[in-house]
């Protein structure tokens, strides 16, 4: 018989948030493995997670799996903070200036529905396949949601707030830095979680388009020598990067946005 | 002192011309506590923004001392309803918004700061953001800061509306404990006879729209005044000359 006080353990164990999350991962890896083990399929098309670990632990072990992360982290970085920074200038301008948004906003609207993957083959004809072409198709992902809710941001700041600004001697650049900025933040942060995703999304499809390192090459290269083991280590690198920065940008949040309370544009 | 010359505001919603303001004069002098007393829709606040140079008038022309008023300034404080505190900033960055923006040092801007949160009963607050703060205690950190910036003219916006009728009235007695210490000019907007007569030196009643003037009253009861004056006979009958005034409104 389990006595009581192991049982409410038991009981706030399966409470826990952390344990909850990651009990599903568990029972896919271990119904995965027990499947992959009874070779009801050809294992070699779908490897199972001893294979993939193995696999990983080669990679690890030479360096060509750290090596991959630098690439794309490099990439990845740099396409984001330039299509954040593209992104926050003009939807300040388009918010703020309506000429602007009349303009420059429908151009760029129509450029929003390009996807950054039909850009590809063209950026290369511009940039060959070295790092700027990853960098600028990256940076395409990122600068359109960035853009599209800064410019809300800025466009939706109460008008109260800047007449109170105003009577309290704010003018010119104050105006932006002290009131339309910092109202936009929250929105801003929305389009940058999104953006987060795009560039991942961008950043996979350059890659495989071609490149001489990074997650993204690996699996299309790994795909050219048959190596499913290999394809899959990347997909989930790939998978758990997503992960890992969009966790990192919302703990992020707490501290660019102590004042905020809305739940709308940030949902946990 | 403020004039108003024949100020008229009309603006298009849905291709319709609507006229907000018509032909509105008045003036105000320095330190005067002027209401404006009017029912919902006619257009009092639209005549507290164009005095704040907030908005443009369709014709007419409000002068500060003698200056044409063209848009915002720091002469003028505002205190609206809501949408008052920037939320981004807590409540001692929020009052020391104006002296920091006309360049106080820091030290002096702290002085200023800790004076108002003494004044408002705020003490152990100054670090925290206005939506961790209730209603009432937002509305007492809006009017330190439009005091601390020391404006010549105080414009406040049905600033008490949104609060309920307990904490209304310890704000209405806060107000003229500051204002009987720091003499501005106030312009007050309100739906509420009350507190019109609570407050005011003068008030003015205005038609609903478009917004006319339809009645000036002095209001000479001694001050300081506490709510015990509601039930002063003077009192009783001014709230009877003034209610009949609001409802020729309703009738006609």
Redesign the interface.
Same mark, same amino acid.
């Given at each position: 018989m389990i006595n009581e006080s192991f049982k409410r353990r038991l009981f706030w164990i399966g409470q826990s948030k952390i344990v909850r999350g990651t009990s599903a991962f568990v029972a896919v890896i271990v119904l995965w493995e027990f499947l992959s083990s009874l070779r009801l399929y050809n294992t070699l098309l779908f490897p199972g997670p001893r294979r993939i670990a193995m696999a990983f632990s080669d990679m690890f072990v030479s360096g060509e799996w750290f090596g991959d992360l630098r690439d794309s982290g490099v990439r990845y970085s740099l396409g984001f903070v330039l299509g954040s920074v593209i992104g926050v200038g003009l939807g300040t301008l388009t918010g703020r200036i309506p000429v602007l948004r009349d303009t420059l906003g429908v151009l760029l609207n129509y450029m929003r529905s390009t996807p950054s993957v039909a850009l590809i083959p063209l950026v290369i004809v511009w940039f060959g396949i070295g790092e700027e072409a990853k960098v600028f198709v990256v940076a395409w992902g990122v600068t359109f949601p960035v853009w599209v809710n800064t410019h809300s941001g800025i466009a939706e700041v109460?008008?109260?707030?800047v007449?109170?600004? #105003?009577?309290?001697?704010?003018e010119g650049s104050?105006l932006y830095w002290?009131?339309y900025l910092? #109202?936009a933040?929250p929105f801003v942060i929305a389009g940058t979680r999104i953006a987060i995703a795009t560039g991942f999304f961008s950043l996979a499809a350059a890659e495989m388009a071609g490149a001489f390192g990074g997650v993204a090459f690996r699996i299309f290269h790994s795909h050219q020598m048959f190596r499913t083991d290999k394809m899959m280590v990347g997909i989930l690198t790939i998978g758990a990067l997503g992960v890992l920065c969009d966790r990192l940008f919302v703990s992020l949040t707490g501290w660019l946005?102590?004042?905020? #309370?809305g739940e709308s544009q940030l949902d946990k | 002192m403020i004039t108003v010359e024949n100020i008229s505001v009309a603006y298009r919603q849905r291709g319709q011309s609507v006229v907000a303001l018509e032909n509105l004069s008045f003036t105000v002098a320095d330190e005067e506590f002027l209401c404006i007393l009017g029912p919902s829709g006619c257009g009092k606040s639209t005549a507290l923004h164009v005095i704040g140079g907030f908005i443009p008038l369709t014709t007419g022309v409000v002068r500060h001392n003698g200056q044409m008023v063209r848009g915002p300034g720091k002469e003028r404080g505002v205190v609206f309803q809501q949408h008052n505190l920037f939320p981004w900033k807590t409540v001692e960055e929020n009052i020391g918004f104006g002296p920091r923006m006309r360049g106080e040092t820091k030290q002096r801007r702290k002085e200023i700061v800790s004076d108002y949160i003494k004044i408002i009963g705020l003490m152990g607050f100054e670090r925290s953001y206005p939506e961790e703060l209730s209603v009432g205690m937002k509305q007492r950190v809006a009017l330190a800061r439009a005091f601390a910036n020391d404006p010549e003219v105080l414009l406040m916006d049905e600033p008490f509306a949104s609060l309920d009728s307990q904490t209304a009235l310890t704000m209405r007695q806060l107000l003229l404990k500051i204002w009987s210490q720091r003499r501005k000019m106030v312009i007050f907007v309100t739906h509420d006879i009350d507190e019109a007569i609570l407050l005011a030196d003068r008030v003015l009643v205005l038609s609903s729209r478009p917004g006319k003037l339809k009645g000036e009253f002095r209001i000479q009861l001694p001050r300081p005044r506490t709510s015990e004056c509601l039930v002063t006979p003077h009192y009783v009958d001014l709230k009877k000359t003034i209610l009949s005034s609001c409802h020729s409104e309703v009738m006609g």
């Open positions: 109460e008008k109260e707030y007449w109170a600004a #105003r009577s309290l001697g704010a104050d002290e009131v910092p #109202r933040v946005l102590p004042w905020w #309370r | -």
